[in-house]
């Protein structure tokens, strides 16, 4: 089978792109550090999220945003 080149012309992430700086500058504007956990069903991002809850809460204060895009 012969190998075929595209040439891609336009940023197909480029709105994902403007939004996420959009947000940083909201986030950094409000000194809010955002940490976004991704790994395997059953790597331990809920054990780790509840242990640093746990661990800092007496100095920071928390928000978790869950995001679940599995397809159905």
Same mark, same amino acid.
């Given at each position: 089978?012969? @190998?075929? *080149?595209?040439? =891609?012309?336009?940023? &197909?992430?480029? !709105?994902?792109?403007? +939004? !996420?700086?959009?947000?940083?500058? %909201?986030?950094? +504007?409000?000194? &809010?550090?955002? *940490?976004? =956990?991704? %790994?395997?069903?059953? %790597?331990?991002?809920?054990? #780790?999220? #509840?242990?640093? =809850?746990?661990?800092? +809460?007496? +100095? *920071?204060?928390? %928000? @978790? &945003? ?7």
């Amino acid at each position: 089978m012969p @190998v075929r *080149v595209l040439t =891609i012309k336009e940023n &197909i992430l480029g !709105a994902n792109e403007e +939004k !996420a700086k959009t947000n940083r500058s %909201a986030l950094d +504007k409000h000194r &809010i550090l955002m *940490v976004n =956990i991704m %790994a395997s069903p059953g %790597a331990g991002k809920t054990s #780790l999220i #509840l242990q640093t =809850i746990s661990r800092l +809460k007496q +100095k *920071v204060r928390f %928000a @978790v &945003i869950e995001g679940d895009h599995r397809c159905r």
